[in-house]
């Protein structure tokens, strides 16, 4: 099975940069997902992380340690908008369906203030 | 990437009834998902849709309330049966490949 840790909530400052850890234990990795949720909306993919090292997208990036069991995503130049829960999800092989298959963490709820 | 579309988007249902969600992707594609978000929580995995066999179901959830389709490469249908209030959530659909994806999901509220 898989366990996969990351903050409740954070809080940041509009303009400011904010990392969100997620730590996990897992069998049969095959990649890291970042995905943000606001509120009554389904998830919006945001980076997959499959080698370690840093992925750089525009004001987001992430950053995966495989030997660690660990990942990051960064945040920078927070505008208000970025108020959301963002879930970390690991994608694993599921022996039963044969399948590689996503779980989540409980997600960080972030809170940009001015 | 698969662009998936999801109907309906919400609904409304009487405890006692079934509803039954579909799943559309502009392309082929090898596997599909169906994930349950409850208020508050985060998504977790009911079944895998396999094209041309049974779904895989995961802990918890059983093939009587939860049936599954798969005709083809491109669509899926979930089915929550015999609804009760503890059913009401988002479904979402998803979609195997590199980048996962999800649908627009369905807010089911159960009365």
């Known amino acids: 099975g898989q366990n996969i840790d990351q903050p409740t909530e954070m809080t940041a400052t509009e303009g400011a940069i904010v990392q969100i850890n997620c730590t996990y234990q897992?069998?049969?990795?095959?990649?890291l997902f970042w995905y943000q949720q606001h509120a009554g909306e389904a998830p919006t993919f945001l980076s997959y992380?499959?080698?370690?090292g840093l992925e750089e997208k525009g004001r987001f990036s992430s950053f995966l340690s495989r030997s660690k069991g660990y990942s990051y995503l960064l945040l920078k130049e927070l505008q208000m908008k970025d108020s959301a829960s963002y879930l970390c999800?690991?994608?694993?092989?599921?022996?039963?369906?044969?399948?590689?298959?996503?779980?989540f963490g409980k997600g960080t709820k972030l809170s940009v203030i001015p | 990437s698969a662009v998936i579309s999801q109907k309906p988007s919400r609904d409304i249902c009487q405890r006692g009834t079934s509803l039954t969600i579909q799943c559309q992707v502009d392309s082929q594609v090898t596997m599909m998902f169906w994930y349950r978000q409850q208020p508050g929580q985060s998504l977790t995995l009911i079944a895998t849709a396999n094209q041309g066999s049974e779904a895989t179901y995961e802990s918890g959830f059983v093939i009587d309330k939860f049936p599954i389709s798969r005709p083809n490469l491109t669509f899926s249908t979930l089915t929550v049966s015999n609804m009760s209030p503890e059913d009401s959530s988002i479904y979402l659909c998803s979609h195997s490949g590199n980048e996962q994806f999800f649908g627009p999901g369905t807010r089911l509220t159960v009365l």
């Open positions: 897992t069998s049969g990795f095959n990649g």
């Open positions: 999800a690991v994608r694993d092989l599921n022996s039963g369906a044969g399948s590689y298959q996503l779980t």
């Open positions: 992380n499959v080698l370690d």
